[in-house]
């Protein structure tokens, strides 16, 4: 009996597996395919060829645009966890006045949804002819609220003793920053740190609007760029662009998942 | 007159308070440094033009945006008689109704299955939580492919089974409903990945009493899953209704607000009505209400949820 109980729940769990992953799967193999093998209808394609990659990579300035989303994706990152550890250290460990009513104001900004501020902040770039810069798709994302709320969560679980003792010590307020809380807390930096990775990497409608040329023109723009030239005829080319663009965040996806899922539910919940 | 040991007391007083103040407010002049980033980032990119999408949804505006005509609420007046308007929120409400309930109801039925413990679980982990790393672009350009009327895999699968090819995409009936099942797909991922944590952050021995009790997995899922997961599932709920507002990227992709603007969603109807039209002032005036449905949102969030959901 519980043999087959067992049995079943593999079997679920394939079927389920199977449906989710099919449409990655399916890119993969089309990738490899020429246009007319696409017109029969195969799955799998009849050789391994890389034709298509080469294509992808011809038609576009495809490494340039990965090199671009890497440096922009880095950047803001490093700025969101510069900024949010700072602003989380003075919410936990500075007694100030005002302090609650501060970090009210800090939390209600995740009220505001993004686009609906993105008409003026995008005449702000102009402004600062920041359009077609690196600083116009990152600067505007570093401070985030949900990277101070995450990290204050956790910089709160520092006993008491370690802060009362490294005061004793003569620490500055800056080195138990630097040397014991940002230490400490190193798990949910790695967390704040891929979540902006993954999400900065994969965003779309600010780098369509901060962008009119390849200069500082991010992966993702470029799929639909090159969506919108193959169309019809070469879907194998623009599966290669797709297999391309998602290798990077797959891979810090596995490596990070158990990270991500534990960090992401403390920070959902606590 | 006042002696001069008095006097020197006094002076001596006002040494003190005067360093008390500065003393005083070490600490805060301290935690304004820490803070001074967020609060400079946030009032550029976030206070001021939220204060300026109000202020231009009073406006027309020129080309580059300057308001030109003060209107009063005339922007929000056309829009809600606007017949375009209208659909587009008709077609947000729809696309909310359509993603969130069912993406959330598979992803839990997902991460029930995944919480098994059987070998070689952690694949399937990792297959389920994968679609959190494809981004909006890719996925839509993946699924754009699949509903492809002639060489997509689905009219072809529906051609084998002998039925009739649907137009996905093309088809007023469909189109929504088609870029709703690519949403559905691509949040699996991150709804899948936050359910599994909170199912696994519940306490392994109030199973172990139930079991004691001889109660069944049905019985353990309606009194102690569902109830101890209601947290997290709550969370979920926000974030997904939320995003599903906030749509842009599959809508460019799949159908570019067709056909018919069925598939308008209001954060596209924005994009389109700014920067293809250059109505700025009603553009803001929309924006202005995606902000309120937000806002309405985060507010049921804290004043509902806090006392229905159970806490550990």
Same mark, same amino acid.
């Given at each position: 009996?519980?043999?087959?109980? #067992?049995?079943?729940?593999?079997?679920?769990?394939?079927?389920?597996?199977?449906?989710?992953?099919?449409?990655?799967?399916?890119?993969?193999?089309?990738?490899?395919? %020429?246009?007319?093998?696409?017109?029969?209808?195969?799955?799998? +394609?009849?050789?391994?060829?890389?034709?298509?990659?080469?294509?992808?990579?011809?038609?576009? +300035?495809?490494?340039?645009?990965?090199?671009?989303?890497?440096?922009?994706?880095?950047?803001?990152?490093?700025?969101?966890?510069?900024?949010?550890?700072?602003?989380?250290?003075?919410?936990? &460990?500075?007694?100030?006045?005002?302090?609650?009513?501060?970090?009210?104001?800090?939390?209600?900004?995740?009220?505001?949804?993004?686009?609906?501020?993105?008409?003026?902040?995008?005449?702000?770039?102009? #402004?600062?002819?920041?359009?077609?810069?690196?600083?116009?798709?990152?600067?505007?994302?570093?401070?985030?609220? &949900?990277?101070?709320?995450?990290?204050?969560?956790?910089? #709160?679980?520092? +006993?008491?003793?370690?802060?009362?003792?490294?005061?004793?010590?003569?620490?500055?307020?800056?080195?138990?920053?630097?040397?014991?809380?940002?230490?400490?807390?190193?798990?949910?930096?790695? %967390?704040?740190?891929?979540?902006?990775?993954?999400?900065?990497?994969?965003?779309?409608?600010? +780098?369509?609007?901060?962008?009119?040329?390849?200069?500082?023109?991010?992966?993702?723009?470029?799929?639909?760029?090159?969506?919108?030239?193959?169309?019809? %005829?070469?879907?194998?080319?623009?599966?290669?662009?797709?297999?391309?663009?998602?290798?990077? %965040?797959?891979?810090?996806?596995?490596?990070?998942? #158990?990270?991500?899922?534990?960090?992401?539910?403390?920070?959902?919940?606590? | 007159?006042?002696?001069?040991?008095?006097?020197?007391?006094?002076? =001596?007083?006002? !040494?003190?308070?005067?360093?008390?103040?500065?003393?005083?407010?070490?600490?805060?002049?301290?935690?304004?440094?820490?803070?001074?980033?967020?609060? /400079?980032?946030?009032? !550029?990119?976030?206070?001021?033009?939220?204060?300026?999408?109000?202020?231009?949804?009073?406006? @027309?505006?020129?080309?580059?945006?300057?308001?030109?005509?003060?209107?009063?609420?005339?922007?929000?007046?056309?829009?809600?008689?606007?017949?375009?308007?209208?659909?587009?929120?008709?077609?947000? /409400?729809?696309?909310?109704?359509?993603?969130?309930?069912?993406?959330?109801?598979?992803?839990?039925?997902?991460?029930?299955?995944?919480?098994?413990?059987?070998?070689?679980?952690?694949?399937?982990?990792?297959?389920?939580?994968?679609?959190?790393?494809?981004?909006?672009?890719?996925?839509?350009?993946?699924?754009?492919?699949?509903? *492809?009327?002639?060489?997509?895999?689905?009219?072809?699968?529906?051609?084998?089974?002998?039925?009739?090819?649907?137009?996905? @995409?093309? =088809?007023?009936?469909?189109?929504? @409903?088609?870029?709703?099942?690519?949403?559905?797909?691509?949040?699996?991922?991150?709804?899948?990945? $936050?359910?599994?944590?909170? $199912?696994?952050?519940?306490?392994? *021995?109030?199973?172990?009493?139930?079991? $004691?009790?001889?109660?069944?997995?049905?019985?353990?899922?309606?009194?102690?899953?569902?109830?101890?997961?209601?947290?997290?599932?709550?969370?979920?709920?926000?974030?997904?209704?939320?995003?599903?507002?906030?749509?842009?990227?599959?809508? =460019?992709?799949?159908?570019?607000?067709?056909?018919?603007?069925?598939?308008?969603? /209001?954060?596209?109807?924005?994009?389109?009505?700014?920067?293809?039209?250059?109505?700025?002032?009603?553009?803001?005036?929309?924006?202005?209400?995606?902000?309120?449905?937000?806002?309405?949102?985060? $507010?049921?969030?804290?004043?509902?949820?806090?006392?229905? !959901? *159970?806490?550990?």
């Amino acid at each position: 009996m519980r043999w087959v109980k #067992k049995g079943l729940v593999y079997i679920i769990l394939s079927i389920a597996a199977l449906l989710i992953f099919f449409p990655i799967l399916y890119a993969f193999l089309i990738s490899f395919m %020429t246009g007319g093998e696409l017109l029969q209808g195969n799955i799998f +394609p009849e050789r391994f060829h890389l034709e298509n990659y080469q294509k992808a990579f011809d038609r576009l +300035p495809l490494a340039h645009y990965l090199l671009n989303s890497l440096i922009i994706s880095l950047s803001v990152m490093l700025g969101q966890l510069v900024v949010s550890a700072m602003a989380a250290y003075a919410f936990v &460990f500075i007694p100030f006045k005002g302090r609650t009513l501060l970090f009210f104001i800090f939390i209600s900004t995740m009220m505001i949804p993004w686009e609906a501020t993105m008409i003026p902040n995008f005449m702000t770039i102009q #402004k600062l002819d920041w359009i077609n810069t690196y600083q116009g798709l990152t600067v505007p994302f570093f401070a985030i609220a &949900f990277g101070t709320f995450l990290l204050r969560q956790h910089f #709160k679980t520092i +006993p008491k003793e370690l802060h009362e003792a490294s005061e004793v010590a003569g620490l500055s307020k800056f080195r138990f920053f630097i040397k014991v809380v940002l230490p400490y807390c190193k798990t949910s930096l790695v %967390t704040l740190g891929a979540y902006g990775f993954l999400t900065t990497w994969n965003m779309y409608l600010w +780098p369509l609007l901060a962008t009119n040329n390849d200069s500082v023109r991010t992966v993702q723009i470029g799929l639909k760029q090159l969506q919108t030239q193959e169309m019809a %005829t070469e879907w194998g080319v623009v599966m290669a662009g797709v297999i391309v663009v998602i290798i990077p %965040t797959l891979i810090l996806l596995f490596l990070g998942q #158990k990270q991500l899922q534990k960090g992401l539910a403390q920070g959902a919940l606590k | 007159m006042k002696s001069q040991v008095e006097l020197n007391g006094m002076l =001596d007083n006002v !040494v003190k308070k005067k360093k008390g103040i500065w003393q005083q407010s070490l600490n805060w002049r301290t935690a304004l440094l820490y803070l001074l980033p967020s609060l /400079i980032l946030f009032s !550029v990119f976030l206070f001021y033009p939220m204060g300026k999408t109000l202020y231009l949804s009073f406006f @027309l505006t020129d080309r580059q945006g300057e308001a030109n005509v003060f209107v009063g609420l005339e922007n929000y007046l056309y829009l809600l008689e606007s017949e375009a308007f209208l659909k587009s929120i008709k077609a947000t /409400i729809l696309f909310v109704l359509y993603t969130v309930p069912t993406g959330i109801i598979i992803s839990l039925f997902l991460a029930l299955l995944a919480n098994e413990k059987l070998k070689g679980i952690g694949f399937f982990r990792t297959i389920f939580a994968s679609t959190m790393g494809i981004s909006v672009a890719a996925s839509s350009v993946v699924w754009l492919f699949l509903f *492809h009327p002639s060489v997509g895999f689905l009219n072809k699968i529906i051609a084998s089974l002998g039925g009739q090819g649907v137009d996905w @995409l093309l =088809d007023p009936k469909w189109a929504l @409903l088609s870029v709703s099942i690519t949403t559905i797909w691509m949040n699996i991922g991150f709804t899948f990945l $936050i359910i599994l944590g909170g $199912i696994q952050n519940i306490d392994e *021995h109030l199973y172990e009493s139930a079991k $004691i009790d001889g109660a069944g997995y049905f019985y353990q899922l309606r009194r102690i899953t569902i109830p101890m997961l209601s947290p997290t599932l709550f969370f979920v709920i926000t974030v997904s209704l939320i995003n599903a507002f906030q749509t842009f990227g599959q809508v =460019d992709i799949l159908t570019q607000g067709g056909p018919s603007e069925s598939t308008n969603l /209001i954060v596209y109807s924005i994009y389109r009505e700014a920067f293809v039209n250059y109505q700025f002032g009603t553009a803001s005036a929309q924006s202005i209400f995606l902000f309120l449905c937000i806002l309405v949102v985060t $507010i049921l969030q804290f004043k509902f949820g806090e006392k229905k !959901v *159970h806490y550990q």
